[in-house]
């Protein structure tokens, strides 16, 4: 039987990392996690829970939640990733869930390029979408302040179809065909913090960037790191059509938008968390035991991205071109 804490946050991520790994350990038909005590579980957790309980159905093992507080259930049961802890597992398209309204909560599994179109899309619209009932002044058409809710749609957008296009372009190299994405996003009233994570069980990024020429040591901590400098890309000048080619900007425009937005992101792969990458805040943290894939966390205050956020950041890097199509 695995016990699931307190309290599942991405600060923790070690421990939340563990757990995944404590429950692909085991190898009874039924894998029992207790659940007494679980209060909350931020968007990382259930993004690893659901990975490692997908894996479970993939060895043809099961999972048992006991013991869940009827209000956590409440909200852990509608979730798409999660359902499938109560329900038959069956294969279908995603179908973004709902908690309350009044702090927005989305997760779900993303197998295909164009799942994670129609989830970048869904995800960014109803985030953008949810303005706190309590603020009222916002909810007054033409009030400003709702159009600075609403601004995080285009930005969120193009960190959600990123990620995801990384998770199942770059994630599905040397073996790793079947490898998936798993996406929740949640919006805290209090604070104003959008909080991100994308899990995948891909190749992770040493394997994607092993052969490439700026890689200062094999390790996954240089590997995480150089994925967030501006122009590296495993892929890059391959496509036929510009549009198709990546550019190696990806993940640096989340880096950015994160750091205009007063928030934060970090990444992790096999045995390395690097916080921070690539900016003066750099920490790179051990990650035992290790992800076989790539975990990303972002936070941002929402109300401090405007409209021009993203193509600010897009210009400090192509200042000649038009923005990429994968923008809305
Ligand atoms: N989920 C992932 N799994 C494995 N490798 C990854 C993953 N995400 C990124 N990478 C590696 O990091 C590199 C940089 O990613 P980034 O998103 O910045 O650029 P890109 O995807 O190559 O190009 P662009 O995002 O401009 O289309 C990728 O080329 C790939 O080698
Ligand atoms: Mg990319």
């Excluded at 619209?125 to 007054?140: M, N, Q, R, S, Y």
């Excluded at 040397?174 to 909080?195: E, K, N, P, S, T």
Aim: with cysteine.
């Amino acid at each position: 039987m695995i016990s699931l804490p307190q309290v599942m946050l991405g600060e923790d991520l070690p421990a939340l990392v563990g757990i995944a790994t404590a429950i692909l350990d085991d190898y009874e038909c039924t894998v029992e996690c207790n659940a007494e005590q679980l209060i909350t579980a931020e968007p990382v957790a259930l993004c690893l829970l659901a990975a490692s309980f997908w894996q479970l159905e993939r060895r043809g093992q099961h999972a048992l939640i006991q013991g869940l507080r009827p209000e956590v259930r409440q909200n852990l049961e509608q979730l798409d990733v999660l359902a499938d802890w109560f329900r038959e597992q069956r294969e279908r398209a995603p179908d973004l869930s709902r908690d309350d309204s009044h702090s927005p909560l989305r997760a779900c599994r993303v197998a295909t390029l164009s799942q994670a179109e129609q989830v970048a899309n869904a995800l960014s619209h109803e985030i953008a979408a949810f303005v706190p009932g309590d603020d009222f002044h916002a909810l007054i058409q033409e009030d400003p302040t709702l159009v600075r809710y609403r601004a995080v749609e285009q930005p969120l957008y193009y960190v959600i179809a990123e990620l995801l296009d990384n998770a199942l372009n770059h994630g599905k190299v040397g073996g790793f065909i079947h490898a998936r994405a798993w996406i929740a996003a949640q919006y805290y009233r209090r604070g104003d913090l959008l909080r991100v994570a994308i899990v995948d069980d891909g190749c992770g990024f040493l394997r994607s960037l092993a052969s490439h020429s700026k890689l200062a040591t094999r390790s996954h901590e240089s590997a995480v790191s150089l994925a967030f400098r501006p122009f590296v890309s495993s892929h890059k000048d391959v496509g036929v059509f510009d549009d198709s080619v990546h550019q190696g900007l990806g993940l640096t425009v989340c880096r950015d938008l994160c750091l205009l937005a007063e928030g934060h992101i970090s990444a992790a792969s096999g045995t390395a968390w690097v916080t921070s990458p690539t900016t003066p805040l750099e920490a790179v943290k051990p990650l035992t035991p290790g992800h076989q894939g790539v975990i990303v966390m972002m936070d941002l205050h929402r109300r401090a991205i405007t409209s021009e956020s993203l193509a600010e950041i897009l210009r400090r890097y192509r200042p000649d071109e038009n923005l990429p199509a994968r923008l809305i």
